[in-house]
């Protein structure tokens, strides 16, 4: 069974900083491309970094450049969102999601949802 577990999330003021970890279970970790995603109330859930299988592509929202950094550990089964100078406007519920791509028979393509953690950025 696959399992997404998020945790550190919390309340911090504007300008703190705070590091999201993921933890991974039943699926094969370092065949998926991961991602954080967020959703502030009333809106979209919103794309903010994804990290590919083996690291060595990430691509992040530019509301975020230059202030998250998504990264992995494949040993650890492990993914993170470093968050620095965070922003009252960053405060949402942070998921992360696995998306398992096989291109070769049998085909498939299935993403897997953690069940989020909050991210409150407050004075």
């Known amino acids: 069974q696959r399992q997404l577990v998020e945790s550190g999330g919390g309340l911090v003021q504007p300008g703190a900083s705070l590091r999201l970890s993921c933890a991974a279970s039943?699926?094969?970790?370092?065949?998926?491309?991961m991602s954080w995603y967020r959703q502030a109330p009333g809106k979209e859930r919103e794309l903010v970094a994804t990290v590919t299988r083996t690291g060595d592509r990430t691509v992040s929202a530019n509301s975020v450049k230059g202030r998250f950094t998504i990264s992995r550990d494949n040993a650890q089964n492990m993914v993170y969102l470093q968050m620095n100078n965070l922003k009252p406007e960053d405060t949402a519920v942070y998921y992360c999601?696995?998306?398992?791509?096989?291109?070769?028979?049998?085909?498939?393509?299935?993403?897997?949802w953690g069940q989020g953690t909050q991210v409150t950025v407050s004075s």
């Open positions: 999601k696995a998306r398992l791509i096989r291109t070769t028979f049998p085909q498939y393509d299935v993403s897997e």
């Open positions: 039943g699926f094969t970790f370092s065949k998926a491309d």
